[in-house]
């Protein structure tokens, strides 16, 4: 069982480039989620989805565009990529809203 | 969402219980009580959930006072693989799913 997958695990971009990163979740969930993670800093939330077809702004969701066409798939975008997005990505999944979320082991992107 | 304050750092002895508190004074009566943890870079890992009773399971037990104003998380018996980042966050059940992290608590336990 793979529970979250992310893809790809590291990636290095140039200021301008564009890119999207693939969130796949096996377990039937309903809810999906993209949080960023900075150093020091807890997770901040960016977009989430409540079903397939779905999708909502979280706290910090500017420069960022996601779309859920499967229910088991969250993409996530960067249309034009900026230093200020480097960061750790975090992908995670729940059945409900109330249920737990299940993470993947993040997306380390760098943006030079 | 409540807003939830912990103590940036604490150290436990290996073998000993850990306890983590979290204050949530502004909670209001339909916001659970969240813990996750986070090990090194890793995702987080969900702990355990309450409302006001207490809860314990297979890692860990969530004691919330009666007044639900703060909350503490009780690793039984601590071990290094413990070592990590623990989380305590507040949140309406029927809110969608969204969880607000704060600074969290960085748990070290030591040999």
């Known amino acids: 069982n793979a529970g979250v997958t992310q893809t790809p695990k590291f990636r290095v971009l140039k200021t301008g480039q564009s890119m999207t990163l693939l969130c796949a979740q096996d377990m039937n969930h309903e809810y999906m989620y993209w949080y960023r993670q900075d150093p020091g800093m807890g997770l901040r939330l960016i977009h989430y989805?409540?079903?397939?077809?779905?999708?909502a702004k979280g706290e910090v969701p500017d420069g960022y565009n996601v779309s859920r066409l499967k229910k088991q798939n969250f993409l996530l975008g960067l249309e034009s990529a900026a230093p200020s997005q480097t960061s750790v990505y975090f992908c995670a999944s729940s059945y409900v809203g109330n249920q737990p979320q299940h993470f993947g082991d993040g997306t380390r992107l760098s943006i030079l | 969402d409540a807003k939830t304050t912990q103590p940036p750092s604490m150290d436990c002895a290996e073998g000993r219980a850990a306890n983590l508190p979290c204050n949530h004074s502004?909670?209001?009566?339909?916001?659970?009580v969240y813990w996750y943890r986070q090990i090194h870079s890793q995702g987080p890992q969900y702990i355990i959930h309450g409302l006001k009773n207490n809860e314990t399971n297979e890692m860990a037990s969530l004691i919330i006072t009666e007044d639900r104003k703060s909350s503490t998380l009780i690793l039984p018996h601590a071990t290094l693989r413990d070592t990590a980042v623990y989380y305590c966050i507040v949140r309406a059940y029927n809110q969608g799913g969204k969880l607000i992290f704060g600074q969290g608590t960085e748990l070290s336990v030591k040999p």
């Open positions: 502004t909670i209001s009566g339909n916001e659970y």
């Open positions: 989805s409540v079903g397939e077809g779905t999708t």
